[in-house]
């Protein structure tokens, strides 16, 4: 199949599907164990009681598992 002059095969699509969705899922879980390890509520912390320290430091933790995810599904 070609897409956008490259071309893919269904294979890789597949498994470019798979992989995205692994992620995204361990994104997801990561994200909840760090809610669930701050003593304290994430979300009224950071939009009701403005705390910006607190938003860089999940910021941080986004960007730094999901360079994380990218490094181990690209082998």
């Avoid at 890789?12 to 809610?35: D, N, P």
């Avoid at 003593?39 to 933790?61: C, M, R, W």
């Amino acid at each position: 199949m070609v897409l956008f002059g490259a071309v893919v095969s269904w294979q890789g699509l597949l498994a470019s599907v798979i992989y995205s969705l692994i992620g995204l899922a361990v994104f997801v879980a990561g994200f909840y164990v760090i809610r669930f390890i701050l003593p304290y509520d994430v979300h009224k912390e950071i939009e009701a009681d403005q705390n910006t320290a607190l938003g860089i430091v999940i910021g941080s933790f986004i960007l730094g598992l999901a360079i994380i995810i990218a490094a181990s599904i690209s082998g």
